[in-house]
T-cell receptor, first 116, second 114 residues
């Protein structure tokens, strides 16, 4: 149990386009979902926390208008990278928790974004 | 200010020997500490955790030790196996927000040589 999927797993896009990444909890309801970004050889950086039905909470330095997060249901959260640029190329990972405050997070497999 | 630090970017160990991965933290208010394992191009997978009120937690070949006075935790893998080769992240978890928050270290790349 506790499987999280991400779609797509790999996306290449042109500079200036927008890309949507989906994160789904397949066999449980995720009250809270997290979005991380990983740069090569660097740690996971928490971008934002989203609770179902409410606005996402963004970490300092993360542009909310650039990285749009929607947590429309208890099993789906989406991250949209708007007007993507080459510097947005990265590995984006989502995770989900069953309950608010649950210390265990279940991670998705990640999405590799390459912006040309 | 990085609150969780893994000062060793890499570690190489012979198969069958013990692997010790270290992590230091600065905030004494963290509630839990967790270790994650990550293979290239995959999401991290949860490995083991320890509550801040404990000093040791063991699960099979994996043991995590917490030294609160030194603000230091370590992950021991014994015996190490080639399949353990991956990047290991330590993370702290705090309940002080409604959602909780994990803060990750930079990771240590473990290579277990056959």
């Amino acid at each position: 149990g506790a499987v999280v999927s991400q779609h797509p797993s790999w996306v290449i896009c042109k500079s200036g386009t927008s890309v949507k990444i989906e994160c789904r909890s397949l066999d449980f309801q995720a009250t809270t979902m997290f979005w991380y970004r990983q740069f090569p050889k660097q740690s996971l950086m928490l971008m934002a926390t989203s609770n179902e039905g409410s606005k996402a909470t963004y970490e300092q330095g993360v542009e909310k208008d650039k990285f749009l997060i929607n947590h429309a249901s208890l099993t789906l959260s989406t991250l949209t990278v708007t007007s993507a640029h080459p510097e947005d190329s990265s590995f984006y990972i989502c995770s989900a928790s069953r309950n608010s405050g649950d210390n265990e997070q279940f991670f998705g497999p990640g999405t590799r974004l390459t912006v040309l | 200010d990085q609150q969780v630090k893994q000062n060793s970017p890499s570690l190489s160990v012979q198969e069958g020997r013990i692997s010790i991965l270290n992590c230091d933290y600065t905030n004494s208010m963290f509630d839990y500490f967790l270790w994650y394992k990550k293979y290239p191009a995959e999401g991290p997978t949860f490995l083991i955790s320890i509550s801040s009120i404990k000093d040791k937690n063991e699960d099979g070949r994996f043991t995590v030790f917490l030294n609160k006075s030194a603000k230091h935790l370590s992950l021991h893998i014994v015996p190490s196996q080639p399949g353990d080769s991956a990047v290991y992240f330590c993370a702290s978890y705090s309940y002080n927000t409604n959602a909780g928050k994990s803060t990750f270290g930079d990771g240590t790349t473990l290579t277990v040589k056959p």
